[in-house]
Nanobody
Framework: QVQLVESGGGLVQAGGSLRLSCAAS????????MGWYRQAPGKQRDLVAA???????SYADSVKGRFAISRDNAKNTVYLQMNSLKLEDTAVYYC?????????????WGQGTQVTVSS
């Protein structure tokens, strides 16, 4: 139903920056929220940042002040600007989108993009 394509991951030194992009395509009538999760080896997948259709944003405490989420509604694309990267930011980052589904909603996931921060 909804396909998500992520880009922008890679290897960066601590203190550096990366910008992730995620474009949604398919049968999309309305997007309720788009966001980013991350998962490090042996750990659960946790929310990094999210942005609603109304523009409200939320961030994990660990990235507040360093990361910024934004969107381009015309392109159904969400971005994650990551600054002052730390070793503990190393993880696979997953884009997600939530769309209406009956009386509720349905979430879809991208394939993930690796972010590795080195010393």
């Amino acid at each position: 139903q909804v396909q998500l394509v992520e880009s922008g991951g890679g290897l960066v030194q601590a203190g550096g920056s990366l910008r992730l992009s995620c474009a949604a395509s398919g049968s999309i009538s309305r997007i309720l929220v788009m966001g980013w999760y991350r998962q490090a080896p042996g750990k659960q997948r946790d929310l990094v940042a999210a942005i609603t259709s109304g523009g409200s944003t939320s961030y994990a405490d660990s990235v507040k002040g360093r990361f910024a989420i934004s969107r381009d509604n015309a392109k159904n694309t969400v971005y994650l600007q990551m600054n002052s990267l730390k070793l503990e930011d190393t993880a696979v980052y997953y884009c997600t989108v939530r769309v209406p589904n009956g009386l509720g909603s349905l979430g879809s996931w991208g394939q993930g993009t690796q972010v590795t921060v080195s010393s």
